[in-house]
């Protein structure tokens, strides 16, 4: 069992910076990909950005692409994001995941993760 958690997040006006943080505990030794994912009410959640085991691949959706840096320190079984350039519809709830399914790259589909975090609240208005 992998626990996720997360932290950070709150509200922001548009062009603001944030950081979201999530750790993870449990038998973290069979986790492969960490993404970030990200709900917005009365829409699906939809997968913002991923990082690979050793943190040499990243992969980012079109629509946080220049702005999010997901980053990941696995000696204390954490990761980041970084929210540049914040705009009101980046406004969701996020969610962190982990993957334990082999990959040398960075899933992106929602299916391929199986433990996720509560979420944490981003809003950006003005």
């Known amino acids: 069992q992998v626990q996720v958690r997360e932290s950070g997040g709150g509200l922001a006006q548009p062009g603001d910076s944030l950081v979201i943080s999530c750790v993870t505990s449990?038998?973290?030794?069979?986790?492969?990909?960490m993404g970030w994912f990200r709900q917005a009410p009365g829409k699906e959640r939809e997968f913002v950005a991923g990082i690979s085991r050793n943190g040499d691949a990243t992969n980012y959706a079109d629509s946080v692409k220049g702005r999010f840096t997901v980053s990941r320190d696995n000696a204390k079984n954490t990761v980041l994001l970084q929210l540049n350039s914040l705009k009101p519809e980046d406004t969701a709830k996020y969610y962190c995941?982990?993957?334990?399914?082999?990959?040398?790259?960075?899933?992106?589909?929602?299916?391929?993760?199986?433990?996720w975090g509560q979420g944490t609240q981003v809003t950006v208005t003005s």
């Open positions: 449990g038998r973290t030794s069979g986790v492969y990909t």
């Open positions: 995941a982990a993957s334990t399914v082999w990959t040398r790259g960075v899933l992106t589909m929602l299916e391929r993760y199986n433990y």
